[in-house]
């Protein structure tokens, strides 16, 4: 098989160029023409790629996608995950077209900002609607709000677990504050720490209170054990006026 000519390689940050080419040869003599489009997206197109602890995430849209499918790539998918390469989100369009309004967040996410490696752009001209994405993110909101104090409930003695419990909310909220961000007409900035602040400012919060978790999170000023609960309450007020606002958006 002569190896189809890869594009945006050289727009992934330095590192991961050569190892994003191989994981895409790799693929296509998997797949051969079942691929339509391989694209990146996350971390390593939105300039917040850190070498060595961020992960890559792929997505590959196929024309079919069966069990044998699976078993064609499940090497390749090995071969990548060793290398910190996500499990790649394997799709097709009928998929993609059939599923907007129940992962609006995720592939507005997708959409907002990815590269194509390989074939066709899929995500540029989705049309999400602005409901579907303002419902999910008052779901995910309210949702936070509700597991976070029912663990508090059960765990309010173990600071260690509560800890743990804050930081997992704030990383899976990520997504959902940027799109709360596009949801005011406004385009989140790349850095995630300057992301934050700007949605502080949309939405009055204290940014304070998510920075605490940021930082944490990527070990720049660890939370303090004495100061968990204060923290984890701190954050809690913010998500309680983040889901005040969307009861009107």
């Not at 390689?9 to 998997?30: D, G, R, V, W, Y």
């Not at 959409?111 to 993110?137: S, T």
């Not at 949801?183 to 204290?206: C, F, N, R, S, T």
């Not at 054990?225 to 998500?239: E, W």
Request: charge should be neutral; aromatic fraction near 6%.
């Amino acid at each position: 098989m002569i190896l189809p000519e890869l594009k945006s390689i050289n727009e992934l940050p330095l590192p991961i160029q050569p190892l994003m080419t191989e994981f895409a040869h790799k693929l296509l003599k998997s797949l051969d023409d079942n691929v339509i489009s391989i694209l990146v997206y996350g971390s390593a197109v939105n300039g917040n790629y850190h070498p060595g602890v961020s992960n890559v995430n792929v997505a590959v849209v196929v024309r079919n996608l069966d069990s044998h499918v699976l078993d064609e790539v499940l090497e390749v998918v090995q071969w990548g995950r060793k290398r910190k390469i996500a499990l790649p989100l394997f799709l097709t369009k009928e998929y993609i077209l059939n599923s907007l309004d129940v992962f609006p967040i995720e592939f507005s996410g997708i959409k907002q900002q990815h590269k194509v490696v390989f074939g066709e752009d899929v995500f540029k001209d989705l049309d999400i609607p602005r409901k579907d994405i303002a419902l999910l993110c008052e779901q995910q909101i309210k949702g936070k709000l509700l597991h976070l104090r029912q663990a508090y409930l059960e765990n309010g003695s173990n600071l260690r677990v509560l800890k743990n419990f804050l930081l997992a909310a704030f990383t899976d909220l990520v997504p959902v504050f940027k799109q709360l961000i596009h949801l005011k007409d406004q385009q989140p900035a790349q850095h995630k720490e300057e992301m934050l602040k700007q949605l502080a400012g949309i939405y009055a919060l204290k940014p304070e209170a998510l920075l605490s978790a940021y930082h944490d999170k990527h070990k720049k000023t660890l939370i303090p054990s004495r100061q968990v609960k204060a923290h984890l309450q701190n954050f809690l007020d913010q998500l309680e006026t983040l889901s005040r606002h969307l009861d009107s958006l």
